[in-house]
């Protein structure tokens, strides 16, 4: 595609739900990075894909905070049990290879009631 | 601890001026350093990238400083249009491996 894209573009959900969300990287991109930015705040970092794996998920703030990348392209964070806290705009960045620019999609604005 | 500091929330500033932002950190070596541009509801956007060797680095109305010795770099916007209202974040990293660490940014507003 022309860049990153993610899905939904707002999601609210009931505490305690679980919620799904999803990033498509720009074609080719070896690398991908998932960010959560509260209001005010700049982009906090969660977790890294190089390829299939992640090569650093130090920024989950806890097991709640799952993401996969199966075929090393399309990822998915996966948040249990969601907590009001957890309200936040998460993004989406890929990069042809580690280390190199990343490229943002425009993030999911994810609301926990 | 690490910690990144940018200058102020919020600027604003006449157009045709030169807006000025600062990036000061902390704790950090960086190799590099990156600014990148938000609007709102919109991911961030790379501008420049400056390396530890470089003192300054141009590109078209942008300029940015980079002083490990201050551990500060600062982010010029010469003759500024009100297009450039937007938050401006520095990501300093000290090297390619490691995860990209935001400022809180700074809101520029450009007044015409």
């Known amino acids: 595609g022309a860049g990153v894209s993610q899905t939904p573009s707002n999601k609210v959900t009931e505490k305690g739900k679980y919620v799904e969300l999803r990033c498509d990287p720009i074609s080719g991109h070896t690398a991908l990075y998932w960010y959560r930015q509260s209001l005010g705040q700049g982009p906090e970092f969660l977790i890294y894909?190089?390829?299939?794996?992640?090569?650093?998920d130090s920024g989950l703030p806890n097991d709640r905070f799952f993401a996969v990348r199966p075929e090393g392209s399309v990822s998915t964070l996966k948040i249990q049990r969601t907590e009001r806290g957890d309200s936040a705009v998460y993004l989406c960045a890929s990069s042809l290879l580690a280390g190199e620019t990343q490229y943002f999609g425009p993030g999911t604005r994810l609301l926990v009631l | 601890s690490q910690k990144i500091e940018q200058n102020s929330e919020a600027l604003n500033i006449q157009e045709g001026k030169t807006a000025t932002l600062t990036c000061n950190y902390t704790?950090?070596?960086?190799?590099?350093l990156q600014w990148y541009r938000q609007d709102p509801g919109r991911g961030p956007v790379f501008l420049l990238l400056?390396?530890?060797?470089?003192k300054e680095k141009r590109k078209e109305r942008l300029k940015v400083t980079f002083d490990t010795t201050l551990k500060q770099s600062l982010f010029h916007i010469t003759a500024s249009q009100p297009a450039d209202s937007a938050t401006y974040l520095c990501?300093?990293?000290?090297?390619?491996?490691?995860?990209?660490?935001f400022g809180k940014g700074t809101r520029l507003s450009v007044i015409a």
């Open positions: 990501a300093p990293r000290n090297s390619g491996n490691t995860p990209l660490v």
């Open positions: 400056i390396r530890e060797n470089e």
């Open positions: 704790n950090y070596s960086p190799a590099y």
């Open positions: 894909f190089q390829g299939t794996g992640a090569a650093d």
